[in-house]
């Protein structure tokens, strides 16, 4: 009978596989000489299937397990190899992984109290703690914030998108050029009208142009900035919209998927000014915050708010268990089994408190500002613009976009360097985000040499 991972015997049972587990990462890491494994997909693919053979056997493999983490950790993109600065992707944190292997081992679901007694408890105040670093403490409870765990920024925008919907009526969606893409596709979701797309002439919504467009919209609207664009990191001016929306009595929404991170820095905070005057703010701690994936939130300024999200069924929340004093959680999100990501939150935040994670803000923001100065002196570089987070554009001086793109494509195919892509000003950039604490400054070095020594001149 196979074992289980939790009650009694599960600790017994876990710990020869975390070995197991924790000798085919480091074996199969050590097949790649570098963050990606080289060979393009054509090649990757092909040890992966070599590697699984029968998906699904007539009789069972036991090393299985052995077999397939090794494969999976020799064909991976390891977001904490200096040279993997492609994406929002982050190295998770040592002590949040570990809280999320405690999360699958108690397998809690959130869709009612009698699944997730204390993980339910959990949830609610952390998100309450979280609300508070957005918004502040208003000492008011009738306008006291919350948040909503979700899946990431995708989920979260949706739901905002939703909740306009389901105060304001069929709510017109105005956003800027540099929206993430799945703000159009939340109103395509939900049957709202195509969003009304305002300039973003240097990467930025243009308030005077939001303001023309406000005033000539027939309301109910719903404005959506952001705090952190997935090209180049940029904040829109959130003082300047919000003050916008407030003449023109929109509701107004903040994608900080990526930006939100700077919350925890006193250093950086301030580049957030405006937040606390969204209705609804997306945050991902799947980015700058080091969760293992999934770790979204959705914070509401007004906890009111979610009050559209109610939804009864009877063997999850019956009205006679809730007068009871059970708490009613099918309000907390659309899905119905949700497994508990605010513990490894929570670990985090309690480990590191907010000056832990404030270092951690400081220094990627450090190491990109450094990456800049160093493709600014450059000779055979060309820099977009100085970061505004962590994400730096360059490109080799006088390429062609056919050669960046070409460049990019043969360090992926190497497995040497892990670089996105960005298109900005009419012309292809080179991205790297940098996310991971411990690059220094000879990892930055190593990196621009690469990329040098693929261009051909």
Known sequence: MSPLASGPQGPTTLRPLLTTVLDALTAGAATRDGPLPAGGPTEVAARLREALGDPFPEHGDEDALRTLVQALAAGAADPADPLCTAHLHCPPLAVATAADLAASVLNPSLDSWDQAPAASELEALVTRALAVEVYGSTGQARSAGDALVTTGGTESNQLALLLAREHHGHTQLVCAENA??????????????????????????????????????????????????????????????????????????????????????????PKLDGLARAHTVTLDLHKLGWQPIAAGLLAVRDRHDLAPLGHHADYLNADDDTEAGLPDLLGRSLRTTRRPDILKIAVTLKTLGRTGLGDLVDQVCARATEFAELIHRHPHFELHDRPTISTVLFRPADATDDTVAAVRRTLLTEGRAVLGRARLDDRLWLKATLLNPHTGADDLAALLKLVEGHTPR
Request: aromatic letters at 4%.
């Open 180 to 269: 993430h893409h799945s703000l159009r596709r939340a109103t395509w979701l939900l049957g709202l009208p195509e969003p009304v797309t305002v300039p973003a002439p240097a990467g930025t919504m243009d308030p005077a142009a939001l303001g023309e467009a406000l005033t000539a919209l027939p309301g109910p609207l719903l404005v959506a900035a952001t705090a952190g664009t997935t090209d180049a990191g940029l904040i829109d001016p959130l003082p300047d919209i919000a003050a916008l929306c407030e003449t023109h009595g929109a509701r107004l929404h903040i994608d900080a998927a990526y930006g939100g991170g700077l919350l925890f820095s006193d250093r950086h905070r």
